[in-house]
């Protein structure tokens, strides 16, 4: 048991560990700051990696897609129910910001941000996903549109030939490559986060403490509400009467394993045990919870609201109006549905958040959002895999009628 949890919260207990121990520096110590750069080699190397990282494994993703007919039609309405299911997350995380804000003072050290002037929707849209010109695609600053190419990209290589294809093995090459680069930066991220908090504590001092605080008092019991509230819900919807009833009784397991394991993938075998036993159809559960363990985050939804809504705290920025409302939802919704399929996809939606609304603080606001991600990890991902067992139930009653589970059982 040791072993097993060693391997799978040791490198999140470092990390942990590390963050405690800059904050300790950082309050004995008015001089951490000069601990600052440790942090910033870290930052400068992930900003060299995410372009070509999210070129190439979105690319690579869809190049190599080989699903047909039906699979399509279950495709089709789990990426629909994905999004609705991740949009109604995002949407109680900004009302929840709205009324408990995690920063109630800016961080009095951090260099004041700013907020675009509001813009039509038509425009924000057209700003959110494209960009004039080819060579601005090349930079981190425009991720968003930066993956909407590689999506269109990935398309055109699978209509030329798909998996077959020399371009299609190369960019799945370049994503395992540039994934092997990731995990030995990754390697160095304690030592990193050590010497950004130990400066950050030494700057900002004790505010930052009641801020995370504030965070998490928000965010576990909303994970608990939305398991509790939610779940019943969709299942109802889902398999009608008898929903509710059979989702309880088998939900516990893939629950439990996602809080042991601290992954969505690793969760796929009881996921698929659960989701035979309730009666869900082979077919809808082979596509749905695979699908599901890599593009269904709710609780990245979740996280990645709470992430804005600190950030726009810290730097002293209101959170509110339409414009940063439709941004933030964009985001969330597009992080559970799209980033999380791209490998090291939680710190490439983090760099969404801060280069979108934050852009010159992004050397701060940038780790201050990921450790943000490394504390909510546990319930986020426990909503998150728990949550694709009970999507088989919606996705059944839209692929083989609303009466599939009386039927079944």
Same mark, same amino acid.
Request: hydrophobic share 55%; with cysteine.
């Given at each position: ?37 440790? !942090?910033?080699?870290? $930052? ?12 190439? &494994? ?15 039609? $279950? ?32 961080? &009095?050290?951090?260099? &004041? ?6 813009? /039509?929707?038509?425009?924000? %849209?057209?700003?959110? @996903? ?24 990935? =398309? ?5 030939? !798909? ?10 090459? %370049? ?48 994970? %608990? ?5 939610? @779940? ?10 008898? !929903? ?14 996602? *809080?042991?394991?601290? +992954? ?50 810290? =730097? ?5 109006? %339409? +414009?940063?409302?439709?941004?933030? *939802?964009?985001?969330?919704?597009? /992080?559970?549905?799209?980033? +999380? ?15 979108? @609304? =934050? ?23 426990? $909503?998150?895999?728990? !949550? ?9 009653? @839209? ?11």
């Amino acid at each position: 048991m040791s072993k097993t949890f060693f391997k799978t919260y040791g490198f999140l207990c470092a990390m942990l560990l590390a963050i405690a121990a800059g904050c300790v520096t950082g309050a004995l110590w008015s001089g951490a700051t000069a601990l600052e750069p440790l !942090g910033t080699v870290f $930052i400068n190397l992930m900003f060299c990696l995410v372009v070509p990282l999210v070129f190439c &494994s979105l690319a690579s993703s869809v190049a190599n897609m080989r699903s047909r007919r039906r699979a399509g039609k $279950i495709m089709g309405v789990t990426l629909g129910v994905f999004i609705v299911t991740g949009l109604v997350a995002a949407v109680l995380m900004l009302l929840a910001m709205r009324a408990f804000p995690p920063v109630t003072a800016p961080w &009095s050290a951090a260099e &004041s941000g700013t907020v675009d002037e509001q813009a /039509s929707v038509a425009t924000l %849209l057209v700003n959110f @996903f494209t960009v004039s010109d080819f060579a601005s695609l090349l930079s981190r600053r425009a991720m968003l549109p930066l993956i909407v190419f590689s999506l269109l990209f990935g =398309f055109g290589v699978n209509l030329s030939g !798909g998996a077959e294809t020399l371009t299609a093995k190369a960019l799945a090459d %370049l994503t395992r490559c540039l994934m092997k680069v990731v995990t030995l930066v990754t390697y160095y991220a304690p030592v990193a986060f050590f010497g950004f908090f130990a400066s950050l504590v030494a700057a900002y001092g004790a505010q930052i403490t009641a801020a995370y605080g504030r965070a998490l008092l928000v965010y576990y019991p909303l994970c %608990l509400l939305y398991a509790a509230v939610a @779940f019943p819900l969709y299942a109802r919807f889902g398999g009608g009467r008898e !929903g509710i009833r059979v989702m309880l009784r088998h939900i516990l397991r893939p629950a439990v394993t996602a *809080l042991g394991t601290c +992954s969505s993938v690793a969760t796929i075998p009881t996921n698929m045990d659960a989701a035979e036993d309730s009666g869900v159809p082979h077919d809808v559960a082979d596509l749905v919870l695979p699908l599901g363990a890599t593009m269904h985050m709710d609780g990245s939804c979740f996280s990645c609201v709470l992430k804005a809504a600190f950030l726009f705290g810290v =730097f002293g920025v209101p959170f509110m109006g %339409l +414009s940063t409302y439709i941004k933030v *939802l964009l985001v969330a919704v597009f /992080s559970s549905v799209a980033m +999380s399929g791209i490998p090291g996809g939680g710190y490439i939606g983090e760099y969404i958040i801060c280069t979108l @609304f =934050f852009p010159e603080q992004i050397a701060v606001a940038y780790p201050i959002a990921v450790t943000i991600g490394n504390l909510v990890d546990p319930p986020a991902t426990m $909503i998150n895999a728990a !949550g694709d067992y009970v999507v088989t139930f919606i996705v059944s009653r @839209f692929t083989e009628g609303r009466d599939w589970l009386s039927r079944g059982n």
